[in-house]
């Protein structure tokens, strides 16, 4: 053999193409930290609505000059940390592990819940994209999406803080992609097949649903303290009771306060019922008190000689327990009364 020739096929050795390469397209993703509901009530008549953004960024490594990458992306979501179950409601948590409903959606009008499975019962949000891939620097794209979410209404709530997370095998992208040297890629029919390259990401971001259910107490009912009719003195106490019925909301912790009536002296704490006779009053000293044993008197000094209780999304009624002393001598005849303020700090 010739030097020539053997020059010759060299040569042509260095020209002969060479397999193209294939790069994976890597998907990521971010969200909202927080989905925030906000305050909410308990047996709200309208729906309370919010939105979570999505952002997922795909990158391919360099391909050739006029490489395109098609991709399609799944962004799953699960049960999250309130509950078990993602249909028919997601549920959040309080810390006394109560339960509030809400929803995730696909579509802005609620008909399509999110789902954690491309495809599935309820569906993953899909989302589509196609960029160049040059030579030297390799190409990415990006697509934002808006996810829906809603608590219906009438729901009967306890007050407390509610939250679920979202992250781990909650939060799952699942992606496929086309990708040719020349020309424009087509963008896979599905997340998970039929591609030239499929993956998936678990824990691919992560977010707090959250919402307040403040506390509330409602309608309340007091019944009078009718003391009785006394014929002559007052030798020995006379015991009497009335009822305070109020409603809150499961878990609202709640005091209820007794002023000391209209007829008590200046600067002093003391209950008097009153009659009056022409220009002149009369008087009759009572006391209110927490226990049967009227042992506890019941004031209006938050913490100190108030009722304290939690509501339970009930009515509860309250025994007020009054006591009018010994007198000595005959007080003037007549009706006495008084008038005393309720007050209920929640």
Do not use: H
């Amino acid at each position: 053999m010739s030097l020539r020739l053997l020059l010759g096929l060299l040569l042509l050795a260095c020209l002969l193409p060479s397999t193209p390469a294939r790069a994976a397209a890597v998907c990521t993703a971010t969200a909202d930290a927080l989905l925030p509901f906000g305050n909410v009530n308990s047996g709200a008549a309208g729906p309370t609505s919010g939105t979570l953004n999505i952002t997922v960024t795909c990158t391919t490594a360099a391909l050739s000059l006029l490489a395109t990458t098609g991709v399609r992306v799944c962004v799953g979501i699960g049960n999250g940390t309130g509950g078990s179950t993602t249909t028919p409601w997601r549920t959040m948590v309080n810390g006394s592990g109560d339960t509030l409903n809400f929803q995730l959606y696909n579509t802005s009008n609620y008909s399509q819940v999110t789902g954690l499975t491309p495809r599935g019962v309820p569906p993953a949000q899909e989302l589509t994209m196609t960029y160049n891939v040059p030579l030297l620097t390799g190409g990415s794209g990006a697509q934002s999406v808006q996810l829906f979410a809603q608590i219906p209404a009438n729901q009967v709530l306890a007050s407390g803080s509610y939250s679920s997370t979202f992250s781990g095998a909650s939060v799952v992208l699942t992606w496929a992609w086309n990708e040719v040297l020349l020309g424009n890629a087509t963008v896979p029919a599905t997340c998970n097949g039929g591609a030239t390259g499929t993956n998936t990401a678990s824990n691919a971001f992560t977010f707090n649903a959250t919402a307040t259910v403040l506390p509330q107490c409602g309608s309340y009912l007091t019944t009078t303290m009718n003391f009785g009719n006394v014929t002559g003195g007052i030798p020995a106490n006379i015991d009497q009771t009335a009822t305070l019925t109020l409603t809150c909301l499961k878990r609202t912790a709640f005091q209820v306060s007794l002023d000391n009536g209209q007829n008590n002296p200046a600067l002093s704490s003391t209950r008097r019922m009153r009659t009056t006779i022409g220009s002149n009053n009369y008087y009759l000293t009572y006391e209110l008190y927490r226990d049967a044993a009227r042992s506890q008197r019941w004031g209006n000094t938050l913490n100190v000689d108030t009722f304290s209780g939690v509501g339970t999304g009930s009515a509860q009624p309250l025994t007020i327990y009054g006591r009018v002393p010994p007198v000595s001598g005959q007080p003037p005849a007549g009706t006495y009364n008084d008038l005393v303020q309720v007050t209920i700090t929640y």
